[in-house]
């Protein structure tokens, strides 16, 4: 079941109009115009129609910006799917009128009764003979698709047909197993679309080739994706990602060369933006990694859910009246630029925490400096555990 056929089920239960844009073809005046039919086919008192607009995140901040008046007063009940997350994706006036949803894979159980449906109550496959006798590449490549599961039901199936065909025993069988699939797919690799687990694949394989410094690698994948017709932004965002969790500290400009890399993309556009993508790669992949600053993070985050709401201490409260000095606020806390070197020991951590380390430095030549800088202030409590 598709997103749009979510939106028609909605539209039917309440009983309203029905309008629906894609945001790849329609422009400002496509909104105006069904905005205005929304309105004058309405009758008074009636639920407002919806307006289903599919790849939302592919309208422009102006496009967006007309949606707001219809939202806001109720002319239309907005729909907007997206695949990417719409926190970047979707401007923030907008945002905040609406409920996020989050449309979650289906589940094993879901798929296997689909399969089941489609064999027993289907005309075509009934009359086809299929012995399933397997079903893990099926559900694994379907990746939680109901679509696509059928799709690949399908392609199987057709693949298969043939041999049947051919047989001369009227009771020849489709036998399907995980191998048939498996070798369906390979043979057929327009079968996959970059939302399912290629397309998941090969971003696992690109980050990881990165991770592992190799630019080789990192760029073979990155023409797979550009090849495949992948969003150019999905790739940009990627990058910084990795910039930060797997080069980090080792090679701080890798983040400020991804950010870089991103903004110039969304800038240019294909085919140039290909060039400073593979740009950003190489660079990532042949820089020193460190993922310290995401472990870090990572066990600050597992230390607040364990500890709860530790209190800060009296001297690192801010203190702008005169009954919150009486109380201590502020009262020994020590200005760091009033020492030498900028720095002078003091307790920055809860009460009950201030022995805790989450920060460990690792050892790129880069970090290295930043290690030796934390163990030359803060002695012992930085020494390696």
Known sequence: MGKTTLAQIIAHQ??????????VTSGVKDVRD????AQK??????????????????????QQDSLLGAVEKGIVTLIGATTENPSFEVIRPLLSRCQLYVL?????DDLLELLHRALTKDVFLK???IDLQETGALLRYSSGDARKLLNILELVVESSSSVKTNSNSDDARITITDEMVVFCLQQNPLAYDKDGEMHYDIISAFIKSIRGSDPDAALYWMARMIEG???????????VISAAE???LANPNALLLANATFDVVMKIGWPEGRIPLAECAVYLATSPKSNSAYLGIDRALGLVRQTGNQPVPLHLRNAPTSLMKDLGYSDGYQYPHDYAGHFTPQQYMPDALQHER?????????????YERMVNYWGKRFEEK
Do not use: C, M, Y
Not at 104 to 108: A, H, Q
Not at 358 to 370: C, D, R, V
């Open 246 to 248: 797997d080069i980090g």
């Open 127 to 129: 009359e086809l003979n």
């Open 41 to 62: 086919g309405r009758f008074f008192n009636e639920a407002s129609p919806i307006l289903f607009i599919d790849e939302i995140h592919r309208f422009s901040k102006s």
């Open 358 to 370: 989450i920060w460990f430095g690792q050892h790129s030549p880069a970090e290295q400096k930043l």
């Open 104 to 108: 979650k894979s289906l589940e094993k």
């Open 14 to 23: 309440l009983e309203v109009q029905f309008f629906t844009l894609s945001a």
């Open 229 to 239: 017709g992948e969003d150019p932004q999905f790739i940009a965002r990627r990058l």
């Open 34 to 37: 069904v905005i205005e039919r």
